[in-house]
C-alpha cells in the first residue's frame, strides 16, 4: 500500500473536498454577508420580518393534524408510486404482479382502516373508538 | 457409579437442608451432620471395597454427558482420591459441628453452601475428564464465594471478591490450557476427547508444552496457593466463617496440589521437569516468606493463614522433587496439614466467639481459664509446627528428603522454615494462651463435649498418620506408580 | 413464483398476515387481552409455520434471489419468534398497568420480528436494508413507546438519529460496493485482487462494517447503547438486547462467509481491533455502573465483543465449529439476557419508574429467594461460570479462537471475563447484603412474569448442566446446512 493513494480513489476524494469546502463556503460567506446584528430588536422573535407575535411560545399552539396529515400525504404519496410502477408494467407482470398488488393495496386499506378507527383521520372533535370502561371519555383535541 | 451418587448425595442434600430451615431452624444442621457421616461412612465402605482388580481403581463410573464434544462423565477413585475424599467428608462433620452455634441466619443457605463446596470438591477429586474436571473445580467457587461473603467478618466483601477473582481467573488459564491440549490431540489423532487417560497417551512438546504446562501450574499454585498468588489466602481464610476457613484450609488448598501430582507433572512430564528448579524455589519462598509473614501477625487467624502458605510451599517443593519420596511427602503433608490447620481456624473461631476479637493483643494468659482450650491448641501448634511423632513432621520430612536428593541448598532454606514454624507457632501460643492474663477477659466457658470429640477425631487422625503413616503410603502408592514417576 | 417459494416463505407469510389481522383487531375492539392473544397465536403458528418451511428446503432453498432459508434461518427464525413471545408476555403486565393504549405496542413487535427474520435470512443487500428498515423503525416507536414518560423519548430519539447515521453509512456503502462489483447479491461480491474499483469495495466493505458494528453497538460505536438500553422500558430493552442483535448476528456470519469479507486483511484487523476494544472497554465500563440496565448495557458490548471472536476465526477454524459457536452462543445469550430484563420487567410493573437502580435489590435474596436465584443464575451465566449455559457458550468461544489461533483474541477474552466476574459478583453480593431496616418495601411481582422468569432461569441452568440436546440439535441443523 505505502502512501501512495489509488488512481481510481481520486474522484472519491475530489468528491468529499468539493463536498467539505461547499460546507466551508457556506458557513465562511454567510459570516461576512450575512447582518451582524446578534440580539437585540427583533432577532429573538419568531417570524420576524413580519407580523409581531401576541402572548408567549407556549401559547403557540399549532393543531397536531397538520403533522399528521401531512405524514399521510408522505405515505400515501409514496405508495402511490409503486402503484404507478406497476401499472406502467401491468402487462408485463401479468397475475402475479396482478396478485402482488391486490396485496398491497389490501394492506393500505387495512392500515385506511385502522388509521379511520383510532381516530387519526378526524379533524378537531376525535372519534375514538367507544369501548365501554375504557375509553368512555371523549376527549377533545 | 457409586462415586457419582455420593456427589449427588451431597448436593441433593444441599437441597433439603436449604429447605428444611422453613420447617426448624436447628433441622439443616442436622441434616448436614447426618449426610457427612453418612458420607465418611460411604468412603470407608468403598475403601473396605477394596480394589477392583480388572481395573486397579476402587471405583469406575462413566457416564456419556456431551458425547458430541468428546465430554464424558469420568469418575474414578484410586487410593490419592480414596484418601482424599475421605478427608473431604470428615472434615465436612468437623466443619459443620465448628459452626454449630455460630451461624445465627440463613442456616439453610448456609448448610447447601458447605455441603455443596463439599461435593464439588469430592468432584475435583475423582474426575478423570478434563471438562468434568474444570467444572467441578469453578463449581466449587460459588458456594465458597457465598460463605465468605454472607457469614463472613467485617470485610467480606473484599475478601470473597478477591478469593473468586483470583481462582476464576486462574481457572480461565486453565481452561484455556484444556482445550489447547485438546485441539492438539485432535490434530493428531482426529479425536475430539477430554477423557485424562486418552489425553495422558498424547505427548506434547516443546514451547507448547510449557505453555500449556504453565496453565495448569498457575491455576494450580493459585489455588495451593504459592508465592506470587498467595494474596488472596490471608484475605479469605481471615474473614471466612470458622466452617469456610476449615473447608478453604482443610480440603480447597489441597484441590491445588491434587491438581499438580494429578495433571500437571503426568500430563507435561518433559516440561514440568524443566520447571522442577523454579517450581522448587517458589515452594521455598513461599515457605520461608509464609513463616515470616505468620510471625509479623498480631491476628490469630491470619498467623494461621500465613503459616497454610508456608505449609502449603512443602508440597510444591515436594512434588517437584520428582521422586516418590518428595510425592510421599507431599501427600502426607495435605492430609496432615488438613486435620492441623483446620483445628487451628477452629480455635480462632471459639475464641472469636467467646471474646468477640482475633488480636492476640486482646488475649493472653487464656490458658487459666480455659484449659481444656489451651492444651487442644497447645497440641495442634506442636502438631503444626512438626513435632515427631505427629502426621506434619512425617510428611514435611519425606519432602526434605526428596529434596535433598535433588537440590540440596534449597532443601536447606526450606529446612530453615521448620525453624521458622517453631518460632511462630510458639509466638501463638505463648501470646494468646500464655503469659499475663489479660485483666480484659472476664471469663471465658471452656471447651464442652461438642468441641472435644471434634478435636478428638483430628488428634486420632494426625497421631495415626504420624506413628504409622504406612495407611496413607500405601494408599497413595499406586497412583504414584503410575504416575510413572523415575525413583 | 412457484408453490415451494411460497411453503418456504410460509412463516413470514403467516406473521404478517397476523399483523394485519391484529391491525383490523386492534381497529374494531380495542381490548389488550384479545391483543396479546393474537399476537401470541400469530407468533405460535408462525413457529408451527416453520416445520413445513423446513420440509421443502434441503441443504437451503433461495427465496426471490433475496433470501436464502436454510436450517440455520429457521434457528434464527424460532429463536427471534420465542423472544417476541416471552417478550409479549413481559409486556403484558408492564403496560397494562401504567398505560391507556396498549395494542399498538403488539403490532410493533409483530412487524420488528419480521424485519428480523428479514435480516437474518437475507441474501441481497436490498432485503438486508429493507428488513433492517423494518426492524429499526418498528424500534423507534417501541421504544418511546410510554410516551407520558421523558426517559423513553429521549432515549428513543437518541436510538432515531444514531440508527439513522449508521443506516445511511450502511447505504452509502452499499453504493460504493455496488459501483466497484456491479452487483448487490452477497454471493457474487467477490471482486478481483487486480480490479481497479479494489479501493472503492474496500471502502465501501468499511462503511458496511460501521453500520453493522454501530447495530451491535461495538466499541468504538456502542455510545448509544447504555442511554437506549436505560430509558426503553426493561421489555423493550430486553427485545432490543437479543432479537435486534441476533438478527444483525445472522446476517453478519451470512455476509462474512458469502463475501469472505474477513480475508482482507485490512478489515480483518479492523475488526479484531473492535472485537478487543469492545471486549475490553465494555467490561471496564460496566465496572463503573450502579443502574442495572447500564450495566447489561456494557456487559452485552463485551458479550457481542466475545461472539466477534467466533465470526473473526472463520477462515482458520472448521465453518462447522464457527456456526455452531455462534449460534450456540446467540442462544444462550437469548436466555440469559430476556431473563435478565425480564426481572427488571417484573419488579417495575407496579412502580411507576423502572427498578433499575442495583441498590433496589440489596438482600433481594433475603426478600424474594426465587428471583435472586433467577438473577444470580443470570449473573453467573454472563460471568461464564459452569453450571450455566453462560459457561457452555464462552467454552463454545474459547474453543473456536483456540482452534483459530486467535491467540491474542482470547487473551483478551480472557482479561474481558476476569474483568466481568468483579461486577456480576458486585451484582450478586448486592443481593446477599443484609436489608437495612427502613429500607424501601420490594414492588408486589406479578405470578406470571414470575413464572416466565423462572422457566427462563431454570433453562439457564439445565442446558448448563445437561447442553447435550441443545448442542446436538445445533449440530444436526449445521450439517443440514451443508456444513
Redesign the interface.
Known amino acids: 500500500m505505502a502512501t501512495v493513494i489509488p488512481v481510481d480513489m481520486w474522484p472519491f476524494l475530489i468528491f468529499c473536498v468539493v463536498v467539505f469546502g461547499l460546507l466551508g463556503v457556506m458557513l465562511v460567506a454567510s459570516w461576512y454577508i450575512g447582518s451582524k446584528a446578534r440580539h437585540g430588536g427583533a432577532q429573538d422573535i419568531p417570524y420576524e420580518s413580519g407580523i409581531v407575535p401576541v402572548g408567549e411560545a407556549e401559547d403557540m399552539r399549532l393543531s397536531i393534524e397538520f403533522y399528521l396529515v401531512a405524514i399521510f400525504f408522505v405515505i400515501f404519496d409514496l405508495e402511490t408510486i409503486f402503484i404507478v410502477a406497476w401499472a406502467v408494467a401491468f402487462e408485463e407482470t401479468a397475475w402475479l404482479g396482478y396478485g402482488a398488488a391486490a396485496v398491497f393495496i389490501g394492506m393500505l386499506l387495512i392500515a385506511l382502516l385502522y388509521e379511520y378507527r383510532t381516530g387519526a383521520l378526524d379533524w378537531g372533535i376525535k372519534r375514538r373508538v367507544y369501548e365501554p370502561g375504557r375509553y368512555a371519555k371523549v376527549d377533545s383535541a | 457409579m457409586t462415586i457419582l451418587y455420593l456427589i449427588l448425595f451431597l448436593l441433593g442434600a444441599g437441597l433439603v437442608a436449604c429447605l428444611a430451615e422453613r420447617l426448624n431452624v436447628n433441622a439443616p444442621r442436622w441434616i448436614s451432620l447426618l449426610a457427612f457421616i453418612a458420607a465418611t461412612i460411604w468412603t470407608g465402605a468403598i475403601w473396605l471395597g477394596g480394589v477392583d482388580p480388572a481395573t486397579g481403581f476402587y471405583v469406575v463410573g462413566e457416564l ?6 468428546g465430554i464424558n462423565v469420568i469418575l474414578k477413585v484410586d487410593g490419592l482420591s480414596l484418601v482424599l475424599v475421605g478427608l473431604t467428608t470428615l472434615l465436612g462433620i468437623i466443619a459443620v459441628v465448628s459452626s454449630w452455634s455460630e451461624i445465627s ?2 442456616r439453610g ?1 448456609f448448610q447447601f453452601n458447605i455441603l455443596w463446596v463439599m461435593a464439588g470438591v469430592v468432584g475435583v477429586f475423582c474426575a478423570y475428564d478434563l471438562f468434568l474436571f ?2 467441578f473445580w ?2 466449587m ?2 458456594p465458597m ?2 460463605l465468605i ?2 457469614w463472613g467478618h467485617e470485610d467480606r ?1 473484599y475478601a ?2 478477591k478469593f ?2 483470583f481462582t ?2 486462574s481457572g ?2 486453565m ?2 490450557a484444556i ?2 491440549l485438546v ?1 492438539l490431540n485432535y490434530e493428531a489423532t482426529g479425536v475430539i476427547t477430554f477423557s485424562y487417560d486418552e489425553l495422558l497417551n498424547h505427548e506434547v512438546s516443546g514451547t507448547v508444552a510449557s505453555l500449556l504446562m504453565l496453565g495448569f501450574f498457575i491455576a494450580f499454585i493459585t489455588k495451593l496457593p504459592s508465592v506470587p498468588v498467595h494474596t488472596w489466602l490471608p484475605d479469605a481464610h481471615t474473614q471466612a466463617p470458622t466452617a469456610g476457613s476449615v473447608i478453604l484450609a482443610g480440603i480447597l488448598l489441597k484441590t491445588g496440589g491434587y491438581g499438580l501430582i494429578r495433571f500437571t507433572v503426568p500430563l507435561f512430564e518433559e516440561a514440568s521437569r524443566d520447571f522442577a528448579f523454579v517450581a522448587m524455589l517458589l515452594g521455598v519462598i513461599s515457605i520461608l516468606y509464609g513463616g515470616y509473614m505468620a510471625y509479623s501477625q498480631s491476628d490469630f487467624k491470619r498467623l494461621v493463614a500465613y503459616s497454610s502458605i508456608a505449609h502449603m510451599g512443602f508440597i510444591l517443593v515436594g512434588v517437584y522433587a520428582f521422586n516418590e519420596l518428595g510425592m510421599q511427602g507431599a501427600i502426607v503433608t495435605m492430609i496432615a496439614h488438613g486435620f492441623s490447620t483446620a483445628a487451628l481456624f477452629m480455635m480462632a473461631g471459639s475464641l472469636q466467639e467467646r471474646l468477640h476479637t482475633r488480636e492476640m493483643s486482646q488475649m493472653g494468659g487464656l490458658w487459666v481459664k480455659a484449659p481444656r482450650m489451651g492444651a487442644m491448641t497447645m497440641f495442634f501448634v506442636i502438631a503444626s509446627v512438626g513435632m515427631p511423632g505427629l502426621g506434619n513432621f512425617i510428611g514435611e520430612f519425606l519432602v526434605l528428603i526428596g529434596a535433598f536428593k535433588v537440590n540440596v541448598p534449597l532443601t536447606v532454606l526450606a529446612t530453615i522454615g521448620i525453624v521458622v514454624a517453631a518460632v511462630y507457632g510458639l509466638s501463638l501460643m505463648q501470646r494468646s494462651f500464655q503469659g499475663t492474663p489479660n485483666p480484659q477477659v472476664a471469663a471465658m466457658e471452656d471447651f464442652g463435649f461438642r468441641e472435644i470429640s471434634v478435636y478428638a477425631i483430628m488428634i486420632v487422625a494426625l497421631v495415626w498418620i504420624g506413628v504409622y503413616p504406612q495407611h496413607v503410603l500405601d494408599l497413595a502408592q499406586p497412583t504414584l506408580d503410575a504416575l510413572g514417576v523415575a525413583l | 413464483m412457484t408453490l415451494t417459494d411460497l411453503w418456504v416463505s410460509f412463516p413470514l407469510i403467516v406473521l404478517v398476515g397476523g399483523t394485519l389481522v391484529l391491525m383490523i383487531g386492534v381497529s374494531i375492539v380495542r381490548t389488550h387481552k384479545l391483543a396479546l392473544g393474537l399476537t401470541l397465536l400469530t407468533l405460535i403458528l408462525s413457529v408451527a409455520a416453520h416445520d413445513i418451511a423446513l420440509e421443502n428446503i434441503t441443504t437451503g432453498y433461495e427465496l426471490f434471489g433475496l433470501l436464502n432459508v436454510s436450517g440455520i434461518q429457521v434457528f434464527f427464525n424460532v429463536l427471534f419468534l420465542l423472544g417476541a413471545i416471552v417478550t409479549a408476555l413481559f409486556a403484558y403486565p408492564y403496560f397494562n398497568e401504567r398505560m391507556e393504549r396498549c395494542e399498538e405496542f403488539y403490532i410493533l413487535l409483530l412487524t420488528a420480528t419480521a424485519g428480523a427474520m428479514v435480516v437474518a435470512a437475507a441474501t441481497h443487500f436490498a432485503s438486508f436494508i429493507l428488513g433492517l428498515e423494518i426492524l429499526s423503525i418498528s424500534l423507534y416507536a417501541m421504544i418511546a413507546y410510554p410516551r407520558e414518560s421523558h426517559q423513553p423519548l429521549e432515549a428513543a430519539a437518541k436510538y432515531l438519529v444514531l440508527s439513522a447515521v449508521a443506516s445511511s453509512a450502511i447505504l452509502m456503502g452499499v453504493a460504493l460496493v455496488y459501483a466497484a462489483s456491479g452487483t448487490m447479491a452477497f454471493a457474487e461480491l467477490n471482486i478481483s485482487p487486480e480490479s481497479g474499483e479494489r479501493s472503492y469495495f474496500l471502502l465501501g466493505q468499511a462503511l458496511i462494517c460501521v453500520g453493522i458494528a454501530f447495530k451491535l453497538s461495538l466499541v468504538p460505536f456502542h455510545m448509544w447503547t447504555p442511554d437506549v438500553y436505560q430509558g426503553a422500558p426493561a421489555v423493550v430493552t430486553g427485545y432490543v438486547a437479543t432479537v435486534s442483535k441476533g438478527a444483525v448476528i445472522a446476517l453478519l456470519i451470512n455476509y462474512v462467509q458469502a463475501t469472505e469479507v474477513l480475508s482482507y486483511t485490512g478489515v480483518f484487523y479492523a475488526v479484531v481491533f473492535v472485537a478487543v476494544a469492545s471486549m475490553i472497554v465494555g467490561n471496564l465500563l460496566a465496572l463503573l455502573q450502579t443502574n442495572l440496565k447500564r450495566l447489561l448495557a456494557y456487559s452485552s458490548i463485551a458479550h457481542l465483543g466475545y461472539l466477534l471472536i467466533a465470526v473473526l476465526v472463520v477462515n482458520t477454524a472448521r465453518p462447522e465449529l464457527v456456526l455452531e459457536t455462534v449460534l450456540l452462543y446467540v442462544a444462550a445469550y437469548f436466555i440469559i439476557t430476556l431473563a435478565a430484563f425480564g426481572i427488571v420487567n417484573l419488579t417495575s410493573e407496579h412502580a411507576t419508574e423502572d427498578n433499575e437502580q442495583m441498590e433496589a435489590y440489596t438482600g433481594l435474596f433475603w426478600r424474594n429467594p426465587l428471583l435472586a436465584s433467577v438473577l444470580t443464575a443470570v449473573a453467573l451465566a454472563l460471568a461464564g461460570i459452569p453450571l450455566t449455559v453462560g459457561f457452555i457458550a464462552k467454552f463454545y468461544v474459547f474453543a473456536a479462537g483456540v482452534e483459530g489461533t486467535a491467540w491474542a483474541l482470547v487473551w483478551a477474552l480472557l482479561i474481558g471475563s476476569a474483568i466481568g466476574v468483579f461486577y456480576y459478583l458486585r451484582l450478586i453480593y448486592t443481593m446477599v447484603k443484609q436489608v437495612e431496616p427502613g429500607a424501601a418495601a420490594l414492588p408486589q411481582v406479578g405470578t406470571q412474569s414470575v413464572v416466565a422468569v423462572t422457566v427462563l432461569g431454570l433453562l439457564i441452568v439445565v442446558l448448563g448442566v445437561y447442553p447435550t440436546p441443545m448442542i446436538d440439535m445445533i449440530r444436526t441443523i449445521v450439517q443440514a446446512s451443508g456444513f
Open positions: 456419556s454427558w456431551i458425547p458430541s464434544l441466619t440463613n443457605f474444570f467444572f469453578e463449581v467457587l460459588i464465594y457465598f461473603a454472607i466483601s470473597a471478591m473468586f477473582l476464576q481467573v480461565l488459564l481452561l484455556v482445550i489447547a485441539w
